[in-house]
């Protein structure tokens, strides 16, 4: 059977514009209905400012929860007649085109502060799963250190080295430690290009927790091989790992929903589509000449540099000429998620103000308008927050300006009983078309897999599958409101200029919640609800039972999030085969060894470093020594001052202890390779009586006659930090 492929060079310009247009009047049937519902209501009371106010965020809402309802709603339909023909997948014969991959392509990982034993193992797996493939020599490994932590420093290098000797990897395996991390992963992207980006004609970019299998990584190359007029091409990461009910449930909507709505996603976005940041592969050629970041004028947090640089240079590349497909049926790409709603929401800070900077972009010069609406949908999708919670203020408003005034909410005439019918009608009417449209992609995602009956199984069957959809509602409906305050309350910080750093966001056991941070952070929540619900029952009883689902999320947030956030309810749950998914009933390969070699790692050494175990081993072991000074750069010629500062800071150090230096003389130290040669020499020549109690013990535990080895190096470095 031949198989009829897609060539995206050959898409006609009308396609797009057709398909964006039949979207467009499937949202428009929904909406302006509804719209006119809510503004009939508001005529039979009568107008003014707040009930305009009142329709208008209505309507903003209204038509972005129809447009998330319709791209499932077209998925679907795709789906069930086999899928989308024109997507990048289809422009590759996969039966035949087996040959040998022409161009080499650099994986590259920029990583800040990370667990070092995780992220060697996460290449670990992806080198060895390229490796059984048989496509291991067209691929190079980039491991790019952000870190400003001399312990993970450390502990990077030193997990790096025993990886590439365990692999040997020699010559495939890089690492690098910038001196500076200038624009964050953006800066440390742009720096791996400026300096090798020239030898490769592909990168795959992947976060710390990206796991990709070889086969996913080929698939990429090979698509790219074949379009040599796409500049990108985004993979469509699954959720795994999650131990928490809030990972657990991120995983499980995700893996659920999420086939439905990228098939309708690409079904309008087709060559014009967007980057998330992690699981694509890039054509540097293009990249580097056209998706060099500008720098936005003015200050923080509008301006400076941009934070969110993804969508950004999906439009760059767009606006060059070249195509940017979203290829949502490659299987084997995955990622993690925060384990905790606090977590969550502490991302989404970063990745809110990023977005609003894209205000300054929605009308810059010659973006595609699909790249244009790209900004305008990432923006919206924080800004509905505080119109939601807007909303619901009015409401609020509104019905207490009734109960103030004396006023009936309905005109008093001879047909008030008729009037008083329509109006009840037509307020359950929109009622239910809105909870119906959030019901809409639950209800086709489970029309999807009756085709599919080993998904179901996957899932844990039909009767988990339901429990776990009724789970998911509930709590997601108790958490939303939450995050909707949080999205509110970051938004008016950016307002006012208070900027936010870049944090490493916190994975594993490290994730769990923590009761007093949720108390802290809830608090103010739980007020916040016990008073709206007094207010609302004292203007009217319906209208307390009305926000009642939206108040409990306020009321029960403190239990709801510390609950949700710790790993002990979550096993209880996926014992139970509830929120299970198919990538964790039946997990793939890679991620059978993964979470076997992490176990393996916290069972060989659980303990956790001091304060300044990475500055100290890196000085005190040999091992380590020489490995970290394999990847400093010695100076020429030196400045005198510099040299006078650092002899003093190094004999500082070994008399008084690392406590005695600040946190940025450790790393200057720690930077410089001549002062970590001459640290390690002075350490071993010195007497014990002449140095820091910190040296003495290390002094006394390596020198041990007995010890074959040198404890705390590549092991014990590479768990521990």
């Not at 590759?92 to 590259?108: C, I, K, N």
């Not at 795959?204 to 086969?215: K, N």
């Not at 580097?288 to 509008?302: M, T, V, Y």
Request: charged share 20%; proline share 5%; with cysteine.
């Amino acid at each position: 059977m031949q198989v009829q492929l897609f060539d995206p060079a050959q898409l006609e310009p009308g396609v797009g514009s057709k398909r964006r247009f039949f979207v467009g009047v499937m949202v428009l049937l929904v909406t302006i209905p509804a719209i006119v519902l809510m503004a009939d209501l508001h005529l039979r009371t009568g107008y003014d400012g707040w009930k305009l106010a009142h329709l208008v965020i209505f309507a903003v809402l209204f038509t972005l929860l129809v447009f998330g309802a319709m791209q499932a709603v077209v998925g679907y339909m795709l789906r069930v007649q086999g899928g989308d023909t024109i997507r990048i997948s289809q422009s590759v014969d996969w039966a035949e085109d087996r040959g040998p991959l022409e161009a080499r392509t650099a994986v590259v990982m920029p990583i800040c502060n990370e667990e070092a034993g995780r992220v060697m193992e996460g290449v670990r797996l992806i080198y060895e799963s390229l490796e059984a493939d048989g496509r291991l020599p067209g691929f190079d490994f980039f491991i790019l250190s952000d870190s400003n932590d001399p312990n993970c420093w450390v502990a990077e290098e030193v997990a790096w080295a025993g990886l590439v000797k365990e692999l040997g990897a020699a010559g495939r395996l890089f690492y690098r430690k910038r001196r500076g991390n200038v624009n964050k992963k953006a800066g440390n992207i742009a720096d791996f290009c400026r300096r090798w980006g020239s030898q490769y004609r592909y990168m795959v970019v992947l976060d710390a927790d990206s796991i990709m299998t070889g086969g996913a990584i080929v698939a990429l190359a090979r698509m790219m091989e074949r379009n040599p007029g796409v500049g990108l091409i985004q993979a469509v990461p699954r959720l795994v790992n999650g131990e928490t009910i809030f990972a657990r449930l991120q995983q499980f909507a995700s893996r659920l929903y999420g086939p439905v709505f990228t098939a309708g996603t690409n079904y309008w976005q087709l060559s014009e589509a967007n980057y998330w940041g992690h699981n694509a592969i890039i054509r540097l050629a293009p990249f580097i000449k056209h998706c060099s970041l500008p720098e936005l004028p003015g200050d923080g947090p509008f301006g400076g540099r941009i934070m969110s640089h993804d969508y950004v240079e999906a439009a760059l590349m767009r606006r060059a000429g070249w195509q940017v497909w979203l290829a949502a049926s490659i299987e084997g790409s995955f990622e993690e998620c925060p384990a905790n709603l606090i977590d969550f929401a502490k991302r989404d800070r970063r990745w809110l103000q990023g977005n609003l900077q894209h205000l300054r972009l929605v009308f810059g010069p010659g973006f595609h308008p699909l790249s244009r609406m790209h900004f305008a949908m990432g923006i919206l999708s924080y800004l509905a927050s505080p119109l939601w919670l807007a909303f619901l203020v009015l409401s609020t408003a509104i019905a207490w300006r009734f109960k103030a005034t004396g006023l009936t909410p309905l005109p008093v005439d001879s047909f008030a009983e008729l009037v008083t019918w329509r109006f009840e009608t037509q307020a359950v009417l929109l009622l239910s078309l809105t909870l119906g449209l959030l019901f809409v992609p639950k209800i086709f995602a489970l029309l999807d897999l009756r085709s599919r009956p080993e998904e179901v199984a996957a899932f844990g069957g039909w009767l988990r599958l339901i429990a776990g959809i009724f789970i998911e509602t509930i709590l997601f409906t108790l958490l939303a409101p939450v995050l909707m305050l949080f999205h509110s309350t970051f938004i008016v910080l950016t307002l006012c200029r208070r900027s936010v750093g870049w944090k490493t966001q916190r994975r594993g056991r490290d994730g769990q919640s923590d009761w007093r941070e949720s108390t802290a952070l809830h608090g103010t929540h739980t007020l916040i609800g016990i008073g709206w619900l007094a207010l609302a029952w004292w203007i009217n009883p319906m209208l307390a039972a009305w926000m009642s689902p939206i108040l409990a999320g306020f009321i029960l947030s403190i239990t709801v999030s510390y609950f949700t956030g710790r790993i002990a309810p979550g096993l209880v749950l996926k014992r139970a085969g509830l929120l299970t998914c198919p990538e964790e009933s039946r997990p793939p390969n890679e991620l059978v060894r993964l979470e076997e070699r992490l176990a393996e790692r916290h069972r060989q050494d659980a303990r956790m470093p001091g304060p300044d175990a990475g500055l100290v081993n890196s000085v005190a072991d040999p091992y380590v020594n020489a490995v970290h000074l394999s990847q400093l750069r010695a100076k020429d010629n030196p400045a005198p001052a510099n040299e006078a500062r650092f002899a003093e800071l190094r004999r500082k150090l070994l008399r008084q202890g690392p406590a005695a230096l600040a946190p940025r003389d450790k790393l200057a130290l720690m930077m410089d390779a001549e002062s970590m040669t001459e640290l390690h020499r002075e350490l071993w020549a010195s007497s014990t009586a002449d140095v820091a109690p910190v040296w003495q013990q290390a002094l006394t535990r390596y020198s041990r006659a007995e010890e074959k080895t040198f404890p705390g190096s590549a092991g014990e470095l590479a768990m521990g930090m």
